[in-house]
């Protein structure tokens, strides 16, 4: 079979569950990870014949992809603020709007020409944001916890690069330690950067959500109750009062319904500058304040 062929039959056997293009763009995808494939290669040379070990593979691939597997689990990496990070179903896969809360800090903090930064990421995950952070701020001493073990064990894992094309290793990498966010405060202090993407969909909103969401990504990454919306908000108030220097910055992703009850929130434990800042569709996305006091 050759790739062209193998494109055309993956995007008939996906149709039923993806629109055309969804069908088409994810046959590329595996078909270009699993043979290592460039971009444009299966462009250039569509009639190349697959191997029949490689075929096997796909078709497992595209098996996983039929029952609604998340493609990002079923090659096991996503791409990430420049980064390839793997991904499984210990760990939520990065979205995009976690990226843009990095670009956020990394572009702010770059422009105060400020480099030996303390970072903590609380609720790391796959440790995308941790990495990150830490390859653009090659100096800085950066801190990531989770509450849980396989996620941890994920984010330690992870093999980062300040130069892709040299492979030139992050020179300090993460600290990672296993750590709940509402059992206390850290044991860290003089933090120039508290950053956290914590659980914060309501329960109630699982019947609009995508089945390859609920069936696949770890819950306790996702979900809060109904009744208590803002668990780790309130949670992240005190370890912003515990950990962070006096001057130093918070940064939290943040369910787009509740922006005003977040505001709120810090404006009356105490913090400077309050802001909510919209992603990039125009949703209210972030948090950032400021400790003073």
């Known amino acids: ?42 462009s250039v040379e569509p009639g190349v014949i697959i191997p029949r070990p490689e075929l096997t593979r796909l078709q497992q691939a ?22 390839t990070f793997h991904v499984c179903e210990s760990v939520l896969i990065p979205r995009p709007e976690t990226e843009q809360m990095c670009r956020m800090i990394i572009s702010q903090w770059r422009g105060s ?7 903590l990421d609380a609720c790391t995950g796959s440790g995308c944001i941790a990495w990150t952070l830490a390859a ?11 509450i849980s073990q396989a996620a941890l064990d994920v984010a330690k894992g992870q093999e980062v690069f300040l130069d892709e094309g040299r492979r030139q290793r992050v020179p300090n990498p993460p600290v990672f330690f296993k750590a709940d966010l509402l059992d206390g405060q850290p044991d860290l202090d003089d933090i120039d950067i508290l950053v956290s993407n914590p659980p914060y969909v309501c329960e109630s909103e699982k019947d609009f959500m995508e089945h390859n969401v609920l069936d696949y990504e770890p819950e306790e990454a996702l979900f809060v109750p109904d009744n208590d919306p803002l668990r780790f908000y309130k949670a992240l108030a005190v370890w912003a009062s515990t950990a962070v220097k006096t001057g130093g910055q918070c940064c939290f992703e943040i369910n787009e319904a509740f922006g005003q009850q977040v505001r ?12 909510i800042i919209e992603d990039f569709r125009g949703k209210p996305r972030f948090v950032t304040f400021t400790k003073w006091f």
């Open 136 to 146: 653009a701020f090659p100096k800085a001493e950066v801190y990531a916890c989770d």
């Open 1 to 42: 079979m050759t790739r062209k062929e193998f494109v055309t039959k993956a995007t008939e056997s996906l149709s039923a569950g993806y629109s055309p293009g969804e069908a088409k763009a994810l046959s590329v995808r595996i078909l270009s990870h699993f043979l290592g494939l460039s971009d444009y290669e299966y």
């Open 264 to 275: 709120e929130l810090y404006e009356s434990q105490g913090f400077s500058d309050v802001d």
């Open 62 to 83: 595209l098996d996983e992809l039929a029952s609604g597997r998340p493609v990002q689990y079923v090659i096991g990496e996503e791409e990430f603020a420049g980064h």
């Open 113 to 119: 020409g400020y480099q030996n930064l303390r970072i």
